[in-house]
């Protein structure tokens, strides 16, 4: 399969290096100098990924990016001349998948678009059944593949961890007690503590930074989202 690349970049020469070497791998690839010639881009072709520059005229690359994360979950590649530690952070929330700061290696660009593509799983068919996801906020789930993602990043979470979150995302702002948790994520024949729901909610949150993970005093967790 050749992925489909979309750069938007305003500097011709960047233009042309990292066309020729994404290319060179295989790749397809269409350039656009612009964020509103892009966002046509997506709404005729959208591209497997996307590498974004933020200096753009007219609309910036953090706008652009935000514009995307409201519809998909579509890999990004921020580049920027901009090192300031506030910018990546900034990128990243905005839903920036990974930041390369200018100038940088094209070899070095080829290898973060090949292992992000990995990452992501895009050889699996999108229509495939098990592809079926559940998102909350920065939360993503991929139900068939038993995978997680927080804030772009995939997770290593154990089978317990993985099942809690998934009952908590599909019945968001729903409060669970502890009893209930012990049945549907250890089953109804678990005959331990419920310390042991306090203790695996611990590790989601220490795992998942700033998860949205209430507690309920008194009786249980919740998974809280406003967007709800």
């Known amino acids: ?28 690839v269409t350039i656009h100098d612009t964020a509103e010639n892009a966002l046509e881009l997506w709404e005729t072709q959208p ?18 990016c935000k514009r995307i994360r409201q519809e998909s979950e579509v890999p990004i590649i921020i580049i ?18 990974d930041y390369l700061t200018k100038p ?8 973060r678009v090949k292992r992000l593509l990995k990452r992501t799983n895009l050889t699996i068919d999108a229509n495939d059944p098990a592809q079926e996801k559940v998102k909350v906020d920065q939360l993503l789930i991929y139900k068939g593949d038993r995978r997680v993602f927080w804030n772009g ?8 961890e993985f099942d809690m979150l998934l009952l908590f995302a599909e019945n968001v702002n729903r409060a669970f007690s502890r009893e209930e948790l012990l049945v549907k994520v250890w ?28 507690t309920v005093w008194g009786y249980g ?6 967007e709800e």
């Not at 591209?47 to 652009?64: C, K, N, Q, V």
């Not at 990043?153 to 317990?160: A, H, M, P, S």
């Not at 024949?189 to 930074?209: E, M, N, P």
Request: charged share 35%; hydrophobic share 35%.
């Open 153 to 160: 990043k995939e997770q290593d979470v154990t089978t317990k």
């Open 187 to 214: 089953g109804d024949d678990y005959f331990g503590s419920d310390r042991a729901v306090d203790d695996l909610v611990k590790r989601i949150r220490k795992k998942l930074d700033d998860i949205q993970l209430e």
């Open 1 to 28: 399969m050749s992925y489909h690349i979309g750069v938007v970049e305003d500097d011709a020469n960047i233009q042309n290096i990292v066309s020729a070497y994404l290319k060179k791998e295989g790749f397809t």
């Open 104 to 111: 940088f290696s094209p070899r070095e660009l080829v290898a």
């Open 47 to 64: 591209p497997d990924m996307w590498i974004l520059d933020i200096m753009l005229p007219g609309m910036d690359g953090y706008d652009f």
């Open 80 to 97: 920027s001349a901009k090192d300031e530690e506030v910018d990546k952070i900034l990128g990243i929330e905005l839903g920036g998948d």
């Open 221 to 226: 967790y919740r998974l809280r989202s406003e």
